[in-house]
Each structure stands twice: as structure tokens, then as C-alpha cells.
């Protein structure tokens, strides 16, 4: 059965359906934030135990100071374990599975229920470390062996996606379409903890990014339809197309009845969306999203302001300017001066 034009709510333009080559908006934003992992330290914990990890910006002093911020990944080489945070239930890893903490929230470990709980700080040896930390602790039984990796990312300074994420991903070996390659890799990663030797550091970089990517996807494929946040904008059919091209061509003089022709809406019906979705209208959208690719071209070359302005999207260097001192405080070549100084790159 039609429906009469009046009783539509969307405007039905031509779907622009994103063929094969569409930008993958999720593998454009992690180009940015430029994801490198790394392995922090092995853990061989036996009876009933329990130890205390803290906020990630406690590690990041320690192996790589600046600006970064740490996801942090725990994979269960041997036995069973629980994985706490406050104010959420537990969550139980079996052997061969990863737990993810995206934004790096402090959290505890253990095995058991009644185990006093002991600070990763009190088993760490003093850094700087020349090699791989090993922490053993516990009473004796059965024993847990955990490897921990971290992820260092560069700061979304406006377009924080990992965000709204929950602060826990859990990667299970659930027998899906990518369980061999996930358990073969979590396998290596293991392997590689213990064994080093040529090339060591960047395969394991690679195999942690790729379990981040792949957690960051599982999270995406369950969320409800309901969900907000950037992870779900990627999944509703009509925004994550305006984010498409954004993404695929931020420097063009966009409108918002432009991204709604590429969407395939109204313009009321696509702002609706965003609204209910992402919390922001498509124009505050792209113009975060310019911002901090203006951002990462101040760190990462030597460009002038007035260049990356008109890259971005801007018209002018004025334009952008007044953007960015908006939203930062400080001009674009005062916050390139003291990002470098601190070593921000």
C-alpha cells in the first residue's frame, strides 16, 4: 500500500546506496587517532588473588609520556579469571578470550572471592624496564596466566569516539565467522610474550591493533537499534551515509541540504537523526571533524595555518582560526607551539 504525500515524514529522495568503494568511516577515524599496541607485561597469578590496575594515565607516565592516551587489553593465556570495574557485574574470562577497556578505566582482577586486594604498582619492578615486567602473585593452586597489551592512541581532541563506548569490550571465543583468525592471533600475541626475538615489537603492534579493530566492530554488530553514540551513528543507514561524506570530502563547501541529498533525506528528517543519535546537528558534526584534522596536520607537518585551512574546509585562515580559539582557547600556531614542546606528536 502507497502512501498519500502527506502522510510521509521523509522526504524520499534517490537512495544513494554506498557501493564497494564507499569510505569506511570507522577505518578513517582510526587512521587518525593513528592506534599503535604494544605489550606492557605478563602476569602468572595462582589460588585465590586479586590485584588493583589503575587509570591508564598512570601507565602512560611511565611508557610513553605526552599527550596519548591508553587503551588497555588483557588476554587470558591460562585458567579463569574475573574482571571487575565499579558499579558494573563482573565479567568472567576463560582462556584464549581479551578484555578491552577503551578508555583505559581503572579496574580489578582476580581469581576467587576472598583474596585481599593487592595494587599492580606494589608488584611492578622499578621502571624504566629493559625487559617485558613479569608479575607472579598468589597462594599457590591453580594457576592464571595473563598477558597485557595497551593500545596508545592519539587524542581525539574533538571528535572523542572511544567515548561513549562502555568501558569494557569482552572478545569472546564464540565459534563466529572470525573466530579462528581472532583465537589463532590471541595465540601469537600469547606466544610472543614469552618467546621475543626479531620483530617481536611490531608484530604484536599489529595483532593488538587488529584485536581492537575487530572488538570495536563486535561492539558496533550488537549494539540495538536503539543505541546512540558514534559507534551506532555508523550502523543507522541514513547518518552514517552523511558521515561518509563528510569524512570521504571534508574540505567541500558542504550544507546541510547537500548532506541530506547524499543521504537520502530531508533536511529536517537528517537533522532529527543526528539530534537523536550523535547529540549534535550535521554541520557541529563536520566542523568538529575539520577541526581535528586541522589538528593532526598542525602536529604532523609543517604546513602553514592558512594551508590546512583551506585542506580542511575553511575558507580563510581567519576562519579557521576562530574555530579553533573557539573551541581550544589558543590559536591553531600557539597550540602547535606547545604540543611540540610537550612532545605531542
Known amino acids: 500500500m502507497s502512501l498519500a504525500p502527506d502522510q510521509l515524514t521523509e522526504t524520499p529522495f534517490r537512495r544513494a546506496v554506498p557501493g564497494p568503494a564507499a569510505l569506511d568511516v570507522l577505518s578513517d577515524a582510526l587512521r587518525v587517532v593513528r ?35 591508553l587503551a588497555i587489553m588483557h588476554l587470558l593465556a591460562e585458567g579463569d579469571c574475573w574482571i571487575a570495574l565499579p558499579g558494573r557485574e563482573r565479567v568472567r574470562l576463560a582462556t584464549g578470550e ?13 581469581s576467587g572471592d576472598h583474596a585481599a586486594v593487592v595494587p599492580v604498582s606494589a608488584l611492578l ?49 564464540d565459534g563466529g565467522s572470525t573466530h579462528e583468525w581472532v583465537s589463532a592471533s590471541i595465540r601469537y600475541v600469547i606466544a610472543e610474550s614469552t618467546r621475543g626475538g626479531p620483530g617481536s615489537g611490531a608484530l604484536v603492534g599489529k595483532l593488538t591493533e587488529l584485536l581492537f579493530i575487530e572488538a570495536l566492530r563486535r561492539e558496533m554488530c550488537s549494539l540495538p537499534e536503539t543505541s546512540v553514540g558514534w559507534l551506532a551513528a555508523l550502523r543507522d543507514e541514513y547518518v552514517s551515509r552523511a558521515l561518509q561524506a563528510f569524512h570521504a570530502r571534508p574540505g567541500r563547501a558542504w550544507t546541510v541540504e547537500g548532506v541530506a541529498r547524499e543521504a537520502g533525506l530531508s533536511r529536517s528528517a537528517l537533522v532529527a537523526r543526528f539530534q537523536r543519535v550523535l547529540a549534535k546537528t550535521p554541520m557541529q558534526y563536520l566542523t568538529t571533524w575539520r577541526l581535528q584534522l586541522a589538528a593532526n596536520r598542525l602536529l604532523a607537518t609543517s604546513e602553514t595555518v592558512a594551508a590546512i585551512a583551506h585542506a580542511v574546509g575553511y575558507g580563510s585562515e581567519v576562519a579557521l582560526s576562530h574555530a579553533f580559539k573557539r573551541v581550544t582557547g589558543v590559536s591553531p600556531a600557539a597550540w602547535r607551539r606547545s604540543h611540540r614542546r610537550s612532545g605531542t606528536t
Open 98 to 110: 581479551l578484555v578491552l577497556f577503551p578508555r583505559g578505566d581503572a579496574h580489578l582482577l582476580g
Open 35 to 69: 592506534a599503535s599496541g604494544a605489550l606492557l607485561l605478563r602476569g602468572e597469578f595462582t589460588g585465590s588473588w586479586a590485584v588493583a590496575t589503575p587509570d591508564s594515565s598512570a601507565i602512560a607516565r611511565i611508557v610513553c609520556p605526552g599527550g596519548a592516551r
Open 125 to 173: 619492578p622499578p621502571a624504566p624496564w629493559t625487559e617485558l615486567p613479569v608479575l607472579r602473585h598468589g597462594g599457590g593452586g591453580e594457576r592464571a596466566r595473563i598477558v597485557c597489551c595497551y593500545l596508545r592512541c592519539d587524542d581525539l581532541l574533538f571528535t572523542p569516539f572511544l567515548e561513549p563506548l562502555p568501558p569494557v569490550l569482552h572478545l569472546r571465543a
